[in-house]
Nanobody, 126 residues
Framework: QVQLVESGGGLVQAGGSLRLSCAAS????????MGWFRQAPGKEREFVAA????????YYADSVKGRFTISRDNAKNTVYLQMNSLKPEDTAAYYC???????????????????WGQGTQVTVSS
């Protein structure tokens, strides 16, 4: 089992940047595929990005491709989401999640992730 705690959210102007962090407990962090999801008020939780166990493979939603970068540091049990060129439509609560399977067809499915953090709020003003 793993516990996840997100941080780094806040208020930023459009065009700005933020880096989210997700710290994981436990000694088996490197055995998990890690993902980021987001949920805006009144909307479904949607996939943002995922990264494989070693960090060698990444996958992004089309809406963030070229602007967001997911990375991980297994020595620090932490996954990051660098968000650049932020837009008001990026406003949401951002959640990290841990799963076991890095199959592209499944990465955007919430059901494929077994553990979730509590979320951190990102607000982008226009």
């Amino acid at each position: 089992q793993v516990q996840l705690v997100e941080s780094g959210g806040g208020l930023v102007q459009a065009g700005g940047s933020l880096r989210l962090s997700c710290a994981a407990s436990g000694r088996t962090f490197s055995s998990y595929v890690m993902g980021w999801f987001r949920q805006a008020p009144g909307k479904e939780r949607e996939f943002v990005a995922a990264i494989s166990w070693s960090g060698g493979n990444t996958y992004y939603a089309d809406s963030v491709k070229g602007r967001f970068t997911i990375s991980r540091d297994n020595a620090k049990n932490t996954v990051y989401l660098q968000m650049n060129s932020l837009k008001p439509e990026d406003t949401a609560a951002y959640y990290c999640a841990a799963g076991y399977t890095f199959i592209v067809a499944y990465l955007s499915s919430r059901a494929k992730y077994d553990y979730w953090g509590q979320g951190t709020q990102v607000t982008v003003s226009s």
